[in-house]
């Protein structure tokens, strides 16, 4: 087990994930069921299925596509929501 790609998925996912909308859910839910540990074990099972998904899809798309245009496609994908939202924060500023 190489612990040092544990820890680095590990602090990836913590600082990518803080605030996104899964926390946000999250928080909602509890707040409105007052019910922590049932939430917290759905939630941590959506994330652990999704979580294999992605696993498993990045291992069969890896084997067909060099990892380097991988690489490039989630930037260029980050990039395209960015300027998505950009965009619209723009228009709407703008009266648009």
Sequence with gaps: MDWHLVLLAFGLLIVAELG???QLVVFSLVSQY???LPIFIGASLALTVLTLVAVIAGQFIS???PVRYIQIGAGL???GIGAGILWRV???????
């Excluded at 723009?90 to 648009?96: A, I, K, M, S």
Aim: a positive charge.
């Design 77 to 79: 994908m980050f990039i």
């Design 90 to 96: 723009l228009c709407e500023t703008l009266g648009r």
């Design 20 to 22: 996104d909308k899964t």
């Design 34 to 36: 007052r019910a922590p």
């Design 63 to 65: 084997s067909v596509v």
